[in-house]
């Protein structure tokens, strides 16, 4: 069964961030396009897997991301124009939700937005103010530290136990323009890689203690002034980059402890629209603690789908065209696989790969879904794999 959606309002797919391998945003587009919805897309060039699939309409070449309120606007607005009609945008990284949320005013003239304060993605997005929220909830978080000089780094590793875990404040900040984040095994090699780092770099990053345990995550779309949650749950099975990367295998499983915690935050700060929130359960304590959020789609979201057909993409355009998002439970045991992640994290496997006391507990799936490769569109996984191997080719021969 599949919900019914309304084709006079088309979805545009929003993309801030440089990768041109995205799965996340070629889901979006079949998720959405299978159901008859119109797809326009905001691509890097015009031989990008998305760029290729049968369910896009138009596709819109942004050579750079226009990085100020005037410039985004007016570049929203040309799309619009294109367009015709109001449509449902779907940010697809937290620089693009961020935008589109400070902007809200001025682009819900030609979109169809969910009613979120201005200023809550950022929040959510930044991990030291994220972090912050989380302290006054009363959320459980890893223990971190935002430092401000040497000092704080010195203090920090005197308590903590390695490896270590460090992130930039902001997805879109990349430190030394190469990671957001990055596993740190000895005080040593902290000590070493935060004097490397220049006085703006260093102003951007927050240290955590690594969690042992199970990897948790939690999607959802949600409107507060409407009073709609909902909530799916499921586990990473495995990750790519091994110890601190995206999902390449991921498991649906009802988790009710962790829905109602999601709810909890969510709720705490009205919070509206799509999130993905990382959570690990840590084993020595057993609680719950808050990794990370993001405030819009993850790449993974297909891992989730009620009994009626919904995922949270489904959910916002149902939500954002006026129709209901009807009550039904999530499908357990649906298995993610992301062909690329996958390959990749088996060449590099890690014993910190899957937590140990996690290994082997997860049930056997009942459905499974490709991220990549679908028969009724297929040219995407065929540039994928092109422009995975073109990548490949060019960093062996630059190291070489």
Same mark, same amino acid.
Request: aromatic share 10%; charged share 25%; net charge positive.
């Given at each position: 069964?599949?919900?019914?959606?309304?084709?006079?309002?088309?979805?545009?797919?929003?993309?801030?961030?440089?990768?041109?391998?995205?799965?996340?945003?070629?889901?979006?587009?079949?998720?959405l396009g299978v159901l008859g919805v119109p797809i326009y897309a905001i691509v890097e060039d015009g031989f990008t897997p998305l760029a290729k699939s049968r369910y896009v309409t138009k596709s819109f070449v942004w050579d750079v991301w226009p990085n100020d309120p005037e410039s985004f606007v007016k570049a929203m607005s040309a799309i619009?124009?294109?367009?015709?009609?109001?449509?449902?945008?779907?940010?697809?990284?937290?620089?693009?939700?961020?935008?589109?949320?400070?902007?809200?005013?001025?682009l819900a003239r030609w979109f169809r937005l969910p009613p979120v304060a201005p200023s809550l993605p950022r929040q959510l997005a930044n991990k030291a103010s994220f972090l912050d929220l989380c302290a006054k909830i009363g959320m459980s978080v890893p223990r971190t530290v935002v430092p401000d000089s040497i000092d704080d780094i010195v203090?920090?590793?005197?308590?903590?136990?390695?490896?270590?875990?460090?992130?930039?404040?902001?997805?879109?900040?990349?430190?030394?323009?190469?990671?957001?984040?990055?596993?740190?095994?000895?005080?040593?090699?902290?000590?070493?890689?935060?004097?490397?780092?220049?006085?703006?770099?260093?102003?951007?990053?927050?240290?955590?203690?690594?969690?042992?345990?199970?990897?948790?995550? %939690?999607?959802?779309?949600?409107?507060?002034?409407? *009073?709609?949650? @909902?909530? =799916?749950?499921?586990?990473?099975? +495995?990750?790519?980059?091994?110890?601190?990367?995206?999902?390449?295998?991921?498991?649906?499983?009802?988790?009710?402890?962790?829905?109602?915690?999601?709810?909890?935050?969510?709720?705490?700060?009205?919070?509206?629209?799509?999130?993905?929130?990382?959570?690990?359960?840590?084993?020595?304590?057993?609680?719950?603690?808050?990794?990370?959020?993001?405030?819009?789609?993850?790449?993974?979201?297909?891992?989730?789908?009620?009994?009626?057909?919904?995922?949270?993409?489904?959910?916002?355009?149902?939500?954002?065209?006026?129709?209901?998002?009807?009550?039904?439970?999530?499908?357990?045991?649906?298995?993610?696989?992301?062909?690329?992640?996958?390959?990749?994290?088996?060449?590099?496997?890690?014993?910190?790969?899957?937590?140990?006391?996690?290994?082997?507990?997860?049930?056997?799936?009942? %459905?499974?879904?490709?991220?990549?490769?679908?028969? *009724?569109?297929? @040219?995407? =996984?065929?540039?994928?794999?092109? +422009?995975?191997?073109?990548?490949?080719?060019?960093?062996?021969?630059?190291?070489?």
């Amino acid at each position: 069964m599949l919900p019914s959606l309304d084709t006079a309002y088309p979805a545009l797919i929003l993309k801030a961030s440089r990768h041109v391998i995205n799965h996340g945003a070629l889901a979006v587009a079949r998720t959405l396009g299978v159901l008859g919805v119109p797809i326009y897309a905001i691509v890097e060039d015009g031989f990008t897997p998305l760029a290729k699939s049968r369910y896009v309409t138009k596709s819109f070449v942004w050579d750079v991301w226009p990085n100020d309120p005037e410039s985004f606007v007016k570049a929203m607005s040309a799309i619009a124009s294109v367009i015709g009609r109001p449509a449902i945008v779907i940010p697809m990284d937290d620089l693009s939700a961020v935008f589109v949320a400070e902007n809200a005013a001025s682009l819900a003239r030609w979109f169809r937005l969910p009613p979120v304060a201005p200023s809550l993605p950022r929040q959510l997005a930044n991990k030291a103010s994220f972090l912050d929220l989380c302290a006054k909830i009363g959320m459980s978080v890893p223990r971190t530290v935002v430092p401000d000089s040497i000092d704080d780094i010195v203090a920090f590793a005197a308590d903590a136990e390695f490896p270590v875990v460090m992130k930039a404040t902001e997805q879109w900040l990349l430190l030394n323009d190469r990671f957001n984040v990055k596993m740190i095994q000895t005080p040593d090699e902290l000590f070493k890689l935060y004097e490397r780092f220049g006085h703006d770099a260093r102003r951007r990053l927050v240290i955590q203690e690594y969690i042992p345990g199970c990897d948790w995550v %939690s999607h959802g779309y949600y409107n507060s002034e409407k *009073g709609v949650s @909902l909530t =799916f749950t499921g586990r990473k099975i +495995r990750g790519y980059p091994p110890e601190a990367g995206s999902t390449a295998l991921g498991l649906s499983l009802g988790n009710e402890a962790l829905r109602l915690e999601a709810g909890r935050l969510l709720s705490a700060v009205a919070y509206s629209g799509i999130v993905d929130i990382d959570w690990r359960k840590d084993e020595r304590d057993g609680q719950y603690k808050v990794v990370d959020c993001n405030p819009r789609v993850g790449q993974n979201f297909r891992m989730f789908e009620s009994s009626v057909g919904i995922d949270v993409v489904r959910a916002q355009h149902l939500d954002m065209s006026g129709r209901p998002i009807v009550a039904a439970d999530m499908i357990e045991c649906r298995l993610l696989a992301v062909e690329s992640f996958y390959a990749m994290a088996l060449l590099r496997r890690s014993p910190r790969n899957a937590s140990k006391p996690c290994a082997g507990m997860d049930p056997p799936p009942k %459905s499974k879904e490709l991220a990549w490769w679908s028969r *009724g569109d297929p @040219l995407p =996984f065929f540039v994928m794999s092109l +422009r995975l191997f073109i990548r490949v080719l060019r960093r062996a021969f630059r190291f070489s």
